[in-house]
């Protein structure tokens, strides 16, 4: 017993001493595809139009969204407040970046009770979302396609299918930044 007791001294020492040896790590750096993100920081008033479909009755929406970065870099914070056809929108999202998958992420959440999880991509000057979800037999495929126009002008297009079906438009949408 007390030859194993120093044993287990003998490691613990070794442990904490090679622990002192190495040099601290620094905090992790956000890598570039990040910084692509950063076209979307400021407040941007969003017009659009929505069609009458799963999602609710057709109608206009006017949403303010404002954006910025959370602490580290990493991520970017969308805060929606605005009108539907259903009534008040609010939101919380979370743009990021999935360095494994390599495809850019975003998470929300609304005051409906909504939870969206999606992955993008982009080329030159067009995102492209997509996600999925199945309710009963039901698989509803959303993809939304923000086309970036200027530095403070984007166009927004949501389309939906269920069931691997054709798609239909479900909302358009254009955004302008009111202030950075």
């Known amino acids: 017993m007390k ?3 120093s044993l287990i001294a003998a490691c613990t020492i070794a442990l904490a001493a090679s622990g002192q040896a190495q040099a601290p790590q620094a905090p992790p750096k956000p890598g570039p595809e990040l910084k692509r993100l950063a076209y979307f920081v400021g407040t941007w008033k969003t017009e659009g139009e929505d069609k009458p ?8 929406s006017t949403v303010t969204d404002k954006c910025e970065w959370m ?3 990493f991520f970017l914070l969308m805060h929606s407040d605005g ?3 259903m009534g008040p929108i609010h939101s919380l ?7 494994n998958s390599k495809v850019y992420t975003y998470h929300a959440f609304d005051n409906m009770g909504m939870a969206i999880s999606s992955t993008g991509t982009v080329t030159g000057d067009t995102w492209n979302w997509k996600s999925e979800e ?3 037999t039901t698989t509803t495929s959303v993809r939304v396609t923000v086309k970036e126009v200027s530095p403070t002008l984007y166009t927004f297009k949501l389309e939906m299918s269920q069931n691997g079906g054709a798609w239909t438009t479900m909302s358009e949408a254009k955004s302008t930044k009111i202030s950075s």
């Open 53 to 60: 479909g799963p999602m609710g009755p057709g109608g206009k």
């Open 93 to 99: 999202g979370v743009l990021g970046y999935d360095t």
């Open 71 to 73: 602490s580290g870099g």
């Open 134 to 136: 199945k309710v009963g």
């Open 3 to 5: 030859r194993l007791l």
């Open 83 to 85: 009108t539907g056809p």
